[in-house]
């Protein structure tokens, strides 16, 4: 119990590592594998010689003879090298299998040691200070072996092979470091382990010249099978556990019992597949991983979100990894021979990791934003620095193995120490915000005039904490406490009732202290006094609001209806209704802050078929019977209403309409007035602008509208003035 408490406690210790501290441990690991395995690869015998992989006669076609390789003018391209002696003057024959590029391929446990024992032979006889060749024609050729001689000896394949093993660990294990107690992120750490280990052990006996020791050859593939078992089932787990959970069975343990089971099975040979030693149970694994997509794509029925985001994984996974099978698995079981190389076939892998990247940013799946893009602007800057300066050094012609170590630790001491120097000037934390407190000002939240106090509170917590992301909890919260990890930290909102999660302090930098829960408090403190002092002053501004609303209506109204009443000329008359009109409007704006857009119509409606009530002019109303449920505020309300209003009055006074006809439509998010009348008409141009135009266009101004006067023909060729007033709503 003791050691288990230990190893638990140790656990969580490593969960409360900042996520960028992860990802740069996994960065430097990655560099640090593949500088090993680049020492490994180097380290081998090297003749200089291009063979002909496309050549399946007997021994092996020369291609090319490189420069500085000692068989230079021995051997010429088109030369057909038939066996080599060993130092125990034994002769081994050469054929296209001595080339395989990947001894996986052979369907047999048989077949498969007998290729290594082969490539011991074949590495004895080059491994030797005089390489002793005899070529097809009868010729003899004796030359000198050498480690390789420089960087540009390894093949494209093998850097390939590299740059997809690291790229893909840093994918996973940046996944992980965001959400260490997710299951999924954890599959897809364990996933990105294992296909580097895969692609760093393949890249050295897929990309050698000839041969291998036999001892080393053995290792590297075993190595490439546990790597590549550990990614592929951990394919299938991923949909076992993602986006719905099947069932509370241990499944992680299922997997790694299982990997260490076939894995253990190959290498030691216990049981022998019947269709392929190595490959048949990855087709098993695969029909696993479509039957699993499939039932999670049943079980998320009817969610929206999760359907959208499943069906990029579902289409990113399994096509990657079909690929795979289609045209590797299935054509060496088949026939012997993939339709992929080896460097295809990891490619075709990654693209799994680069889905999960473009999935993560276009459906924010497994909660984690745009942390991929800071993180990897990161890393990719620790790729160039050290780019730039390993070929700084190389053309200095610093020699091979000091070029290397110093271009790795140039890079790395270079990024860090930026790092560390950017951090000193721009990184703001707690313990300065701490002692800004007293300067802060309560005053500060009524400044944002419009905005509620609970996205001021929002604001705040951004600026103090800057994370990666802020995400509302239904849970109430009264007071700030952290989270599953030190990686979150949960706060109150203003009201309580509510738990905001802050996610990754300083996107993800360093992580929450017991200084940053106790500045959360009192910044809480402070904005909820300036939310009181907020509500304070909104309700005495309503009170004086409503007295001189009262005052409006008990004094002047009355005194307007009643000189209505008591005059007897037409004109007194006018003025005084128009008066009176015009205030109900200013109450009515200054009591009700927003209608719905029905009601607004209705209004406008009303107003103007009262307005051409009695006179003799037809109104017609075109509009939709039911509106969507959209608000308009009091602005938008009263302009709309006193426009139509001068607009219908203009058309009265100067054209003597028989028809006045408002057609109404919502077009995406504009409001469109078409006010249309017949009568006396004058082009537009020809108008001189009174105060009615002039208000007109102030407040199409003032709503942000827009609008335009004309002249159209009709039905039976007649002509009728139009306004036309297009208006944003949201």
């Known amino acids: 119990m003791s050691f288990t408490r230990a190893l638990t406690r140790r656990l969580n210790g490593f969960y409360s590592v900042a996520p960028l501290t992860v990802i740069t441990i996994a960065a430097v690991v990655a560099v640090g594998l593949a500088l090993l395995t680049t020492l490994l690869a180097l380290s081998q015998p090297w003749m200089g010689i291009d063979f002909d992989r496309s050549y399946d006669g007997a021994g092996l076609r020369v291609l090319k003879v490189q420069d500085y390789s000692s068989a230079k003018g021995k051997l010429a391209s088109g030369d057909i090298i038939n066996a080599v002696i060993t130092p125990a003057h034994e002769q081994v024959t050469l054929s296209a299998l001595t080339l395989e590029e990947d001894p996986d391929r052979l369907s047999t446990y048989a077949q ?39 960087l540009r000896a390894l093949s494209l394949d093998f850097w390939w092979l590299i740059f997809f093993g690291g790229a893909s660990l840093l994918l996973g294990v940046s996944a992980w ?24 052990s393949c890249a050295i006996y897929a990309s050698r010249e000839l041969m291998l020791p036999a001892q080393l050859f053995i290792t590297l593939a075993a190595a490439n099978h546990l790597g590549i078992m550990l990614f592929a089932y951990a394919a299938v787990l991923f949909f076992w556990y993602y986006p719905h959970q099947f069932g509370n069975i241990p499944a992680a343990w299922v997997y790694v019992l299982g990997v260490l089971t076939l894995w253990l099975n190959e290498t030691l040979q216990i049981f022998s597949w019947p269709i392929h030693a190595f490959y048949a149970h990855f087709l098993m694994a695969y029909t696993l991983l479509f039957g699993l997509a499939i039932l999670q794509w049943r079980k998320s029925r009817g969610m929206l979100v999760e359907r959208a985001a499943l069906k990029w994984l579902m289409v990113t996974i399994l096509v990657s990894l079909g690929a795979t099978v289609v045209l590797f698995y299935v054509p060496v079981i088949l026939t012997g021979s993939p339709i992929a190389s080896n460097v295809l076939t990891f490619g075709s892998v990654f693209l799994f990791y680069l889905g999960l990247v473009i999935g993560n940013i276009r459906y924010h799946q ?93 604001q705040q ?185 001068e607009s219908i009055a203009n058309a009265l006074k100067h054209a003597h309409p028989e028809t006045v006809i408002l057609k109404v439509e919502l077009i995406a998010q504009e409001l469109c007035l078409c006010l249309c009348h017949d009568g006396k008409l004058v082009e537009p141009t020809q108008w001189i602008a009174g105060r009615g135009l002039n208000n007109i266009k102030t407040r199409v101004a003032e709503m942000g509208a827009s609008h335009k006067w004309g002249i159209v023909e009709g039905a039976s060729n007649k002509q009728y003035c139009t306004l036309t007033l297009c208006v944003p709503i949201s």
């Open 461 to 645: 917590i951004m600026r103090i904490f800057n994370p990666i992301k802020l995400s509302k909890l239904s849970e109430p919260c009264t007071q700030t406490t952290f989270g599953a990890d030190a990686n979150i930290l949960n706060v109150p909102s203003l009201d309580g009732l509510h738990t905001i999660e802050v996610f990754c302090c300083e996107k993800g930098k360093r992580l929450f202290t017991a200084t940053d829960v106790g500045l959360a408090d009192r910044f809480l403190e402070l904005m909820r006094r300036s939310h009181e002092a907020a509500v304070s002053h909104e309700r005495g501004v309503q009170e004086e609001r409503q007295r001189i609303l009262r005052d409006l209506h008990d004094d002047v109204a009355a005194r307007l209806l009643t000189l209505l009443h008591q005059t007897r000329e037409p004109e007194v008359s006018n003025t005084a209704r128009n008066a009176l009109r015009g205030l109900r409007d200013v109450i009515d704006r200054m009591g009700t802050e927003e209608m719905t857009l029905a009601e607004v119509m209705l209004d406008i409606e009303s107003a103007s078929r009262e307005q051409l009530n009695g006179i003799g002019v037809l109104f017609e109303w075109r509009a939709e019977n039911t509106w969507p449920e959209r608000i308009l505020n009091s602005t938008i309300h009263i302009n709309l209403r006193r426009i139509v209003r």
């Open 366 to 458: 497994f909660d984690m934003d745009q942390w991929w893009l800071r993180a990897w602007q990161w890393l990719m800057f620790l790729l160039i620095a050290m780019i730039a300066d390993a070929l700084f050094i190389y053309f200095l012609h610093v020699t091979q193995s000091v070029s290397i170590v110093l271009s790795i630790g140039v890079g790395i001491f270079y990024l860090l120490t930026r790092q560390w120097f950017w951090a000193r000037l721009s990184g703001s934390n707690s313990q300065v915000l701490s002692k800004s407190l007293p300067q802060w000002e309560d005053t500060r939240s009524l400044q944002q005039q419009g905005i509620s106090s609970e996205v001021q509170w929002d």
């Open 177 to 200: 470091s965001m959400r260490p107690h997710d299951a999924v992120t954890r599959v897809l750490a364990i996933s990105g382990v294992g296909f580097m280990v895969g692609a760093y």
């Open 112 to 150: 498969y040691n007998d290729f290594f024992a082969h490539q011991q032979k074949v590495f004895e006889a080059i491994n030797t200070p005089n390489v002793t060749i005899i070529l097809l024609d009868g010729r003899t050729v004796q030359f000198n072996a050498t480690p390789f001689p420089t």
